[in-house]
């Protein structure tokens, strides 16, 4: 009863972000009541009767209420291997960049070798975005896991954010594809702007 009640009240408005107690009500086996906000009289979470592939569409888009569906409302349970996934295309990215090995053996190492420094390149990132919460944390005196709807780890959230807003970097496969017929230039122009729009989905994905 206890974890039940501790679920019901982890779920927010995708809309304002307001802690509700639940998304929808059910009254018999195919009637359904959603929740409307308090706060901001609108639905509560509209994406719950949404097929996944129009809150993907969203999630591109960068609408914020999808995020927050996602991150606070879903129940989306594949952070871990969508992590690896990233993980491993980043690596192959790195290790495609590399100057050719001299045999198999040299190029088998060179790409755990890449392996290793994104994911440790992925855990310094994280660490400064986490140190930079708590450094806001400490001068606002406010702690942000007890804000409304923060009832998650906020360490953990952070990384689900971070692999959510990682999505944009799936971007880099064209580059892959095109490198040998584009020019070094245009490739950091294609570069630049999937890290930029990495950013405003960090920006958007964090400041749920
Ligand atoms: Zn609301």
Redesign the pocket.
């Known amino acids: 009863m206890d974890s039940e009640k501790k679920e019901s009240l982890a779920v927010?408005?995708?809309?304002?972000?307001?802690p509700?107690t639940e998304l929808y009500r059910k009254y018999g086996e195919s009637v359904i009541k959603m929740t409307i906000?308090?706060?901001?009289?609108?639905i509560?979470d509209k994406y719950i009767e949404f097929e996944p592939v129009v809150i993907l569409i969203d999630l591109v888009l960068l609408t914020k209420s999808a995020y927050r569906h996602i991150l606070f409302n879903g129940y989306f349970k594949n952070f871990w291997k969508l992590f690896i996934i990233l993980v491993l295309m980043e690596s192959y990215m790195k290790w495609m960049n590399l100057p050719a090995a001299k045999n198999n053996q040299e190029s088998e190492k060179n790409f755990y070798i890449c392996g290793i420094w994104i994911l440790g390149e992925n855990f310094l990132f994280f660490c400064i975005l986490r140190g930079s919460v708590g450094i806001f944390e400490y001068f606002l005196k406010r702690s942000a896991s007890t804000l409304p709807g923060r009832a998650e780890n906020l360490s953990l959230l952070l990384w689900k954010g971070i692999i959510l807003a990682s999505l944009g970097k799936f971007l880099f496969v064209p580059i892959v594809i095109w490198q040998d017929n584009s020019s070094a230039f245009a490739l950091q122009i294609h570069s630049m702007l999937v890290m930029g729009y990495f950013l405003l989905s960090l920006i958007c994905s964090c400041s749920g």
């Open positions: 927010v408005c995708i809309n304002c972000g307001h509700v906000c308090a706060n901001c009289n609108q509560a």
